[in-house]
């Protein structure tokens, strides 16, 4: 059973900073293309990072020079860390884990509140 848990959401300031956790159980992870997405209310969900397997990255636009993502294919976990956070960064996040066409899993979220 494939299961992937984040962690490390949370209340922060704007200008602050978090890291957010994704653990990964059941499946290859080191062959995975791991992600992190993010929905705020009545938005749709977004791509916020990717890293492939070989360690290549994407970032959207809007997190490009704040957010960074990560991974240690010893724990079988992605990290995000994300600082100089905005307001606008807002949003429920959700790690992703994806093979090809066929293999495409998700956690089950973490709010990140950026507010004063």
């Known amino acids: 059973q494939v299961q992937l848990v984040e962690s490390g959401g949370g209340l922060v300031q704007p200008g602050g900073s978090l890291r957010l956790s994704c653990a990964a159980s059941?499946?290859?992870?080191?062959?995975?293309?791991m992600g992190w997405y993010r929905q705020a209310p009545e938005k749709q969900r977004e791509l916020v990072a990717l890293?492939?397997?070989?360690?290549?990255?994407n970032y959207a636009d809007s997190v490009k020079g704040r957010f960074t993502i990560s991974r240690d294919n010893a724990k079988s976990t992605v990290y995000l860390q994300m600082n100089n956070l905005k307001p606008e960064d807002t949003a429920v996040y959700y790690c992703?884990?994806?093979?090809?066409?066929?293999?495409?899993?998700w956690g089950q979220g973490t709010q990140v509140t950026v507010s004063s």
């Open positions: 992703n884990a994806g093979l090809g066409l066929t293999r495409d899993y």
């Open positions: 890293i492939f397997s070989g360690g290549n990255t």
């Open positions: 059941g499946i290859i992870f080191k062959i995975y293309a």
